[in-house]
């Protein structure tokens, strides 16, 4: 391997701690910065008039921090594979927790949206911590728990919900940010203490224009989905920005294949095993977003509707807090099962689990207990999932590509949650049912969310079953990284 490869970590750098510690911390850093996911669902609807401002300005808080995600991702697990992915795992806690300060002492909207992008550009530390536990870890702790840091995604947001209207419900509503500061404070502290830094690095000039162009083209796409309705589909508006960033992403394509040190590799991105694992996260985190938009509201529509439960936002946060808890608890069956089988086949059984949790759920919708059954099941298929999804694009990869690599596909499972966002809000503005002069959805439209969720969990199982039985990766490629004697001898997808 290359001495830009093994470069030594900077110096003062210990030798890496007990494996279990710094699984933990990479794993509650991984939960904190995905609280921020749901942190602001429960105030969502007081928003305007917490901050002064109309609907549809406020709804930027959302959007703001999707957008800073999106462009956050890509570029930080790119620098963390240049300039050390400890380091800027740090710099994303410090921008999270200065995101949740400037948060907690807004009182309109602008310092609000800021705080909010801020927020957002914390999203690479889940791909970092999964980096970093390639490089770190020992081969027989690497499965398990790259798994349990994959599922924090969904364990911080399913975990958060409940706290967050609970806090909501009792407190002043800066309280939130205040309670996100602190414990991105601790995560801070306990990464810098813990968790050791990367010796793998890829040094080199950083691709600048590739970068930027990444940005544009995804906060045009990215915009047109999340906004297009509001402004109507048709709107020049959203074409305009739908057009634009088909052009945009296309030039920067052209770009990333001529430039020395691209941004992004695509030639390794059309490696089938990278591929197919990427078109299958969209899938995924298209599936797995559309029971966060069903449950909540078939929750909270009156009874009087037939089909609505009548509940609380804090009913539907301890609802949905038990997957959360089967997530995390799948992880570890997932390790189990892709170092028996391989990841590919833990992928394709995950899939098949959501797809019969929604299945279901057209079945089962009447009663509390089965949203919360629903709810555990899909949860742990996407256990399952997102358990094997890094080591299928760890096993495909050089060390040195490693977080990047792992960002692209983290940015691939957000692209599915916000498409899913957009089509079910338009399947449940257009099929409504009139109750007492309001337009609510009607009972189908949840129906008909649940019956593409399970659609889109079979596509992904079909788009796995391309994934090749054998990594691409030549063995001796990983077997330089600590994790690689596992990844060379039970890799079988």
Not at 10 to 23: F, H
Not at 32 to 40: A, C, D, I
Not at 457 to 467: E, G
């Amino acid at each position: 391997m290359s001495d830009a490869l093994t470069r030594p970590a900077e110096a003062g750098t210990s030798a890496p701690p007990r494996p279990n510690a710094v699984v933990a911390v990479l794993a509650l850093a991984g939960i904190v910065v995905s609280l921020m996911q749901t942190l602001v669902i429960p105030i969502v609807p007081e928003l305007p008039k917490l901050l002064n401002a109309s609907s549809s300005n406020t709804a930027w808080a959302v959007t703001a921090t999707l957008l800073a995600a999106a462009v956050a991702t890509p570029v930080v697990g790119r620098l963390g594979d240049m300039f050390g992915k400890r380091r800027m795992l740090l710099v994303s806690i410090v921008l999270l927790v200065s995101g949740s300060v400037v948060c907690a002492l807004a009182d309109s909207l602008v310092p609000m949206i800021i705080g909010r992008a801020l927020q957002g550009l914390a999203a690479a530390v889940v791909p970092l911590g999964i980096s970093i536990m390639r490089d770190a870890l020992p081969a027989d702790r690497l499965a398990g728990s790259t798994a349990l840091m994959s599922a924090s995604l969904g364990v911080g947001g399913a975990l958060g919900l409940p706290a967050a209207a609970f806090i909501a419900d009792r407190w002043d509503w800066h309280l939130l940010f205040w309670v996100s500061a602190a414990l991105g404070a601790v995560a801070f502290a306990l990464v810098l203490v813990i968790v050791p830094e990367s010796k793998v690095r890829t040094g080199g000039q950083f691709d600048l224009v590739g970068a930027l162009g990444l940005s544009a083209g995804l906060m045009s796409l990215l915009l047109a989905v999340s906004k297009g309705g509001d402004w109507g589909w048709t709107s020049g508006t959203t074409l305009g920005l739908g057009a634009a960033s088909v052009l945009i992403l296309l030039a920067w394509g052209w770009w990333e294949l001529r430039s020395r040190q691209p941004l992004v590799d695509l030639r390794t991105t059309v490696k089938p095993q990278v591929l197919f694992t990427n078109l299958a996260s969209i899938a995924l985190g298209f599936s797995m977003f559309a029971m966060s938009l069903v449950l909540p509201q078939l929750l909270q529509l009156p009874e009087a509707t037939g089909y609505g439960l009548g509940k609380s936002m804090l009913t539907v946060g301890l609802v949905l807090a038990p997957q959360g808890l089967v997530m995390m608890a799948m992880s570890a069956v997932s390790a189990k099962v892709t170092q028996a089988k391989g990841p590919k086949v833990t992928l394709m059984i995950g899939a098949l689990i959501v797809a019969s949790g929604y299945g279901l759920n057209i079945l089962l919708m009447s009663e509390v207990w089965h949203l919360i059954l629903v709810s555990c099941i899909i949860g742990a298929g996407v256990g399952f999932t997102y358990g094997a999804l890094p080591a299928l694009i760890m096993g495909a990869v050089d060390p040195s590509q490693t977080g990047a690599a792992n960002s692209l596909n983290t940015l691939m499972r957000s692209l599915g949650t916000s498409f899913a966002s957009a089509l079910a809000g338009v399947i449940l503005a257009q099929m409504t049912t009139d109750f007492g002069g309001t337009a609510l959805p009607a009972e189908n439209a949840f129906k008909v969310i649940m019956a593409i969720g399970a659609g889109a969990a079979l596509l992904a199982f079909l788009l796995a079953s391309f994934i090749p039985r054998r990594r691409e990766a030549a063995p001796e490629a990983v077997a330089d990284s600590p994790a690689g004697a596992a990844e060379v001898a039970g890799a079988k997808a």
